[in-house]
């Protein structure tokens, strides 16, 4: 938690601002018990008016300040938390972006997000409580048993034995509190991957009628971190309770003695009011100490789970800058694998298995096989978005570890299974690809995907909007679309990740002549064999080996696996 504190640095002015007003406010605060028992003693019961005229005005002018010194510490205290709070998302969300998948996978996505939104808003609110009143309640509280003992030292002396054993059953209450705000934000996590899920396949949901099943999967999280949070509110709730009949029994305490006192004049009726505004004032700060004890709780619980993402190393290979011969652009896109084997971390098996194939410049390369078989592990190595296991992967004769990893993906348009469109306009979406793409540029790729006559139907054509994950377009037309960003970006190679398979052969085999002007090497993974034919190679792949390769005449009389896919697409004939 007190690491999160480095994050107020830059604000320190801010938050000095904020705290000097709210120290203001503090010490005027408990002056006035004490200017109320001058007025009491040496105004009323004297019965001088002017006295207690003169008290009555210094009572308004402190308030006075009071109220303006609460105004700018808030507005201080808001400033700097809200600016913090900033700071740290930004931090935690570049953080986020340095990560490779699996510590991605490892995190889970619902939980980044709890953390990014959540956890942070925890953070923001604390610090402004804690600018705004929380230091404020243990310093009143402290200067509250001041000022009585100065009022009258005897009766004060129950503070002495009565708070520290309160402080001690509250920080008791705070550690219990923490741990069970941990398991309130777990469960946060557990919802929000619910509804990611739920939301993001609400037309599966439907065609399976499958709402009641999912209503009740919700509900049985949502109960859980229901009483999660009762649990954890209740034990904290305990403490007001607590405190309250503490106080409430010193008020009752200063009044007996207080009277005995006043009786035998050692004490006059103002001290009395005064010491029990201060017991007042304290009862009020203790029962915010208790509503701290919530929001401490929570923080902790956020700022722990906030700096387990700060404190994991960045290990994205776009990090790591690790080329020795300072390669950074991909010439001819020339492709070769030799003997290369990859295990995924944390997989029990190799999902390729002494791998070796060649594709030359400009060439096209389609991969076949059963699904699980490796088709897309092969591209993702290509990608860099893994490195092998064994084995050389190279690239225009050069390991790919020795490329500068950005400036390699710079040079690769990659089309993954699944088409993610993001909210904006069409040209956004392509331009997404390539940002410095001019306007030709974006139509000219959006021509060599086939999209282009489908956009200039739409009503605003390249500035139509896409609703989230695009929606309003069909699963063909998001394929084409994702395709024109990835060829926006004039790849020297480019992978297509199964990413046809919503197109009509037609339409199809259109793009694909389209894109061999281009000249780039393509690789492209298939289930159709009518496209496969079109390639210059095709691999062939079953349990993560290569078991055929070579163009379609060659494997259908030497690849026993090629024809068996054939044969069940075409017919034996
Ligand atoms: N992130 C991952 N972590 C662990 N294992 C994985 C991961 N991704 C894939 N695998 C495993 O690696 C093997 C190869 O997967 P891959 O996705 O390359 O197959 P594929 O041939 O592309 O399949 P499909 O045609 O269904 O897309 C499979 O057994 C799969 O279960």
Known sequence: MFKMLSFIKPYRIHASIAWMFMLIELLLELML???????????????????????????????????????INTFYAAYTSQNVGYDIREKLYSQIQSFSLSTLTRFQTSSLVTRLTNDVAQLQQTIFMGLRIMMKAPLLIAGAIIMSFIVNARLAMFFIIVVPLLLFFLVWIFKKAGTAFVSVQRRLDQINRIMRENLGAIRLIKVFSRKQYEIKRFNKES??????????????????PITMLIMNFIIMTFLWFGSIQVQTNTATAG???????????????????????????????SAGR??????????????????????????HGHISFHHVSFQYPDAQEFALKNVSFEVKSGETLAIVGET??????????????????????????????????????????????????????????????????????????????????????????????????????????????????????????????DCTSALDVKTEAKLLQSIKPMKCTTIMITQKISTAMNADQILVMNKGEVVGCGNHEELIHNCYLYRQIYETQYGKE
């Open 33 to 71: 018990p004490f200017i109320i028992a001058k007025m009491i003693d040496d105004g009323i019961q004297e019965l001088k008016l002017d006295v207690v005229i003169h008290w009555g005005l210094v009572l308004v002018a402190a308030s006075i300040v009071v109220f303006l010194s609460g105004i």
């Open 223 to 240: 109960v859980s971190l229901q009483k999660q949070t009762i649990s954890a509110f209740r034990l904290i709730e305990t403490s007001t």
């Open 271 to 301: 001290e009395i009011v005064a010491l029990i505004n201060y017991t007042t004032r304290i009862i009020s700060f203790l029962s915010i100490f208790s509503m701290m004890i919530m929001i401490f709780s929570r923080a902790k619980a």
């Open 306 to 331: 906030i700096h387990e993402v700060m404190e994991t190393k960045s290990d994205d290979l776009n990090m790591n800058v690790s080329f020795k011969k300072n390669r950074d652009v991909i010439n």
């Open 372 to 497: 699980g078989s490796g088709k897309s592990t092969i591209v993702q190595l290509i990608a860099r978005l893994y490195d092998c296991s064994e084995g050389n992967l190279c690239i225009d004769g050069m390991n790919i570890e020795d490329f500068a990893v950005k400036s390699l993906r710079d040079d690769i348009g990659f089309v993954l299974q699944e088409s993610h469109l993001f909210t904006g306009t069409i040209k956004d979406n392509i331009k997404w690809g390539n940002k410095l793409a001019a306007e030709e540029e974006v139509i000219e790729a959006a021509k060599s995907s086939q999209i282009h006559h489908n956009i200039l139907k739409f009503k605003n054509q390249y500035d139509t909007l896409i609703g989230q994950k695009g929606v309003n377009l069909s699963g063909g037309q998001k394929q084409r679309l994702a395709i024109a960003r990835a060829l926006v970006r004039k790849p020297k190679i480019l992978l297509l990740d």
